[in-house]
């Protein structure tokens, strides 16, 4: 056994045939597809995929790992055996490119090298290999793959300047007096490989390396290393893609959509992937290589025009199509090459697609028996439910539409158009609202699409960078907008007689692919209109109606967490109650202290006696018993947990500056100060350094005599009122930033006092709890729930504490830094921070519930309703979420996820 352990070397390399499509970890989505459709019998070039655990190894130690070199050199035989070529053979050239592809699909972050394999040698052999009978007929071809190797590998594996090569291909058709690259002959290709080398020479110091098996061994590096380029690193925290998982590498045997008009190459979609509507979407581009259509540099003819072009080709891949859709049950993308008439399939994964389409196409695969309504709900989630909650273009002013291009992710955006991505990221760091415009886009553009609100291109399809990177990231993109004439330098682009500077405001609509000039205003989606209960789902014609009210039905059915709203006023109870809230989990009663309210408070906080605290008080009850009557009305016979007040008093007093300088002013006129005297003396008095650390939530119901028992009368009286009406007001009371169980017992035998005065009547249940907000709360949970009917994690205060994160200042002063050193993904404040503000959570329920079994817990943090979060609120047991009252439907459906996920869904 230790004999065989010792001969047994770590497996780094997979052979298509080895692979399957659950090996994504492993092998990347690419290469694991690659293996799945090989095994299916699809006509895919071999080829063989170098594991993520070697990138991990290579990233962990700066060199290759032990075996790999042997291992690469084993499964490149079995290649050249399977082509009948070898690599770089002078006489007749194997070819191959080398490829990323990581767990995750991120489009054009990482590093791609084509035809490795070319030297000063081997390029003959190309032409020979390439000529369709003609003398010489190949050259053309020939040098024009090597001049792209060398640009793409000076580029990408030795950080040559892109521009360089670029300038030196201007020159070139200058020099032949041509803008088109088509006029390049052979021997103008052959100089300017010539002049490509000197570029390599001049930026390396070495001469471009000839070893066809060096070239694959540095091009393998430069993808492993490309996992941490900057724009890698930027798109995986944008999109929540854990840093640590590294990219697989796929070498594959060249196949040429650029070797006349019988060859080309497209991408295609099972399913439009912008709506969800059955068919065949794609587009096609003859005479090309695949990275022509994914950067959209020249513009693609719809894929329904291959059945004229290639008749054969056309039905092979319908048939392929088809194939992949049944087999994968889902929305399939494809990349597929034509070479002379012979059809290859590059790759397929599963289609990222639209919000609307998730749910259509969900929908439509229930419909069509392909899979189960607990797997349509697996399918979508509550980020792609918020999106379609976003409001539409209201075109009732009927707006001129000065052009028409893709759509290609939908939205309604609307801002200054911009023309450079750092233009975009200064302009949204002063609040401005931008639309970046560029000839097509780029990875390098990746921070100015994050700061923009949406992305306007010339050129390219829905498949273009521009296209893809937009819909992971549910931002409106307008594409392929073709007589937009965009100049970047003079910062303005003209269409259809028009000019539009930078700074000038423009609308774009991501759906219908229509631009605006100026302001269109905005009207709410259909999806909120739903939920606002005026379209009815049984009559709606709109399938996305349709298929959200299934969906998120399905949600409610199995979802076991309630979902309650945090609302401090009837009309956002009533909303919320429309979408689905059952109950509110957090009425903040401070708004209730501002306003014409002011002058009450402020009498309360200068009292200098019992008696003129006490009128003020009592002029505050019967305000805030109003204020309670509405909202129980609007929730009658559903919970409302009602918080007593939290912030410290001073807050609603005026700024101490102001007040001093009045006062100072006044004096200095020799006018008297009035109140204002007293008033900045109570300021002054009650002035903090840490106000979040300090007189605030419980503390102040404990220093203020009759604060908190106002309030409790306020409710309970309230309660009693609904109740003599005949209603069915069910009150919680919540007492906040509790972090001893003395602190809730005083308030607690005060509160109860009051309560049974005042139900002596009309009998009401009124609830006592806690927020557990503060980190001891949390650590002494047992003892609290002896004096707690219910807890509700205040999460937004204890991330605060855990974190020692003043929750007002650090996300704008330096989380991105943290963000830049990966210490966390994502702001705890946005979604729960599971390891440590998590198991403060996991404490304070298993000690909570042991003290007192069957204890009601919910959580009112704004990770109520964030959808990772729900998913950890569900694992740990508690019984509701609250979140704002748009958020509410996220959560139903998060909520509903968490079940079927963690009924081990993993499988599918
Ligand atoms: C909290 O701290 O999470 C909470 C809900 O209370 P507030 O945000 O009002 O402090
Ligand atoms: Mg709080």
Redesign the pocket.
Known sequence: MAAEKATTKHKYVYGFAEGNKDLKDLLGGKGANLAEMTNLGLPVPPGFIITTEACKAYLATGAEPDGLAEQVATHLAALESAMGKRLGDPADPLLVSVRSGAKFSMPGMMETVLNVGLNDESVAGLARQASDGGPGSGDRFAWDSYRRLIQMFGKTVCDVPGEEFEHALDDAKRAKGTTNDLDLDADDLRALVGAYNKIFAKHTGREFPQPPREQLDLAVRAVFESWNAERAVLYRRQERIPADLGTAVNIVAMVFGNLGPDSGTGVAFTRDPATGNQGIYGDYLANAQGEDVVAGIRNTVPLQELERIDKPSYDELLRIMATLEGHYRDLCDIEFTIERGKLWMLQTRVGKRTAAAAFNIANHLVDEGIIDLDEALHRVNGAQLAQLMFPRFDLSGSPEVVTTGVGASPGAAVGRVVFTSARAVELAGQGERVILVRRETNPDDLPGMIAAQGILTARGGKTSHAAVVARGMGKTCLCGADNLDVDVKAGRFTVAGHVVNEGDVVSIDGTSGCLYLGEVPVRPSEVVQYFEGSVDPATSTDPLVVAVHRIIGHADGVRRLRVRT?ADTGEDAARARRFGAEGIG?C?T?HMFLGDRRELVERLILARTETERNEALDALLPLQRADFVEIFREMDGLPVTV?LI??PLHEFLPSLEELAVHVAVAQERGEDPGKDQALLAAVRRMHEQNPMLGLRGVRLGLVIPGLFAMQVRAITEAAAQLVAEGRDPRPEIMV?LVGAVQELETVRVEAEKIISEVTREHAVEVLIGT?I?VPRAALTAGQIAEAAEFF?????????MAWGFS?DDVEGAFFWRYLELGIFGISPFESLDRDGVGRLVRIAVEEGRAARPGLKIG?????GGDPESVHFFHEVGLDYVSCSPFRVPVARLEAGRAVIESAGSDSR
């Open positions: 945090n957090l903040r401070e918080r939290d912030p906040p927020m907000e509700s994690f205040g999460t937004n205060d204890l991330t605060q929750r959580v009112c943090g704004e990770h």
